[in-house]
């Protein structure tokens, strides 16, 4: 059955630790909502705002495929394999914790706060080798059409996922128009980073996500300096942890 249901930005969970304001699309560490844990593989889309000079501390990761993605300012990356690198908007960072991974996550400037998405996708297997991706997708590329970011096979030049899985990602303004064939054997979730956007007639504005199960295809329109997430996932209805 072809269903969409929307929710709003305020409707998510939310936390406040000062240097961290965290907005939480599903349930998440001290945020438990038994009616928002997940979307198909999809787990976690924190909505993170980190104070200049302030992050996360190295602590580790094991089975899950984590992707930071930076709206505005820079986020330092350092890890157990040796990886470091500052990420900015337009990269696109994948982590694959596999057998175990550790990091730390930190405001890369002592002036400017970061906004970034960090989300968390359950892999298909359990004990991968762990691994490290990271690319540019210039926003020409993003303009007016959906970049694929991730896939499982990398096709496109995307970041390879462990997953039965394809992340999109999108600006659009004004006239732009796209759509996305799913061929009403998917389920997908839109997230609206910023701005507003229609989607299938409904509007979303900054923050809102949109859980969509067996449609066609999705059409996008009358946006409003958006910037949209866009995950193709398979028709089940809860992660399952590998």
Known sequence: MNTHELRRSSERGQADHGWLQSRHSFSFAAYHDP????????????????????????????????????????????????????????DIQLMSAGTGIAHSEYNASPREPVHFLQIWIVPAVRGATPGYQQQRFAAEDKRGRLQLILSPDGEQGSLRLHQDARVYAGLFDGAERASLELGGQRHAYVHLARGALSVNGQRLEAGDGLRVRRAERLEFADGERAEVLVFDLRPNELPRMP
Do not use: T
Request: cysteine-free; overall charge negative; aromatic content about 6%.
């Open 35 to 90: 009616e928002q844990v997940g979307f198909s593989d999809l787990l976690v889309i924190n909505d993170d705002r980190v104070a200049a000079g302030q992050g996360f501390g190295r602590h580790p990761h094991r089975d899950m495929e984590i992707l930071s993605y930076v709206l505005d300012g820079a986020l330092e990356h350092q890890d157990s394999l040796g990886n470091g690198s500052v990420i900015r908007p337009d």
